[in-house]
């Protein structure tokens, strides 16, 4: 009983707090990442670069930084195009899922994660992703009702008030 309690508390907290499983990068950590593939640009290999770039991409778009996680969004998608190998393209769209869900662009964030389980269906961090933007979403939802049952009820006791004081 007291394990049910717990977790049905636990879910309430995480209701009201939007806790998830995805982890955040910290401001040092993108800098080093932006050294290093500076330092990559620097006549390494293309793949050492594009190994740099990726690790760039997953910090920025794990940061606590709102302007952190659009670059990494901007990097992610120009770099889509030229994308051969499936398990980098789904890599990309996950991060690129990631991104969206940080800048609270639900839909979009879904409908990539979507696209990532089509290429690996048993793929458990976009599993993972995708039951935190479903439960966001509904968690939005609700909110929206709420909001929209608080102003109709304000609005209703307002009109009640002036005909109370007609009469």
Request: aromatic share 6%; net charge neutral.
């Amino acid at each position: 009983m007291e394990a049910k309690i717990g977790k049905f508390l636990e879910s309430v907290t995480n209701f009201f707090t939007g806790a998830d499983q995805i982890p955040w990068c910290d401001r040092d950590i993108v800098a080093g990442c932006e050294q290093e593939a500076i330092e990559a640009e620097k006549g390494s290999s293309d793949e050492l670069r594009r190994e740099c770039i990726m690790r760039l991409s997953w910090a920025l778009v794990h940061s606590r930084q709102p302007g952190d996680v659009q670059r990494g969004i901007a990097m992610l998608e120009s770099s889509l195009g030229n994308t051969a190998s499936p398990l980098i393209l789904r890599e990309k769209l996950y991060l690129l899922a990631v991104g969206y869900y940080r800048s609270s662009e639900y839909s979009r964030s879904r409908e990539l994660v979507e696209e990532c389980l089509k290429i690996e269906p048993d793929w458990r961090q976009a599993r993972s992703l995708k039951k935190a933007v479903e439960d966001q979403i509904k968690k939005d939802g609700v909110i929206g009702i709420g909001i929209a049952a608080t102003a109709a009820g304000l609005v209703a006791g307002g009109i009640a008030a002036a005909l109370a004081r007609r009469n």
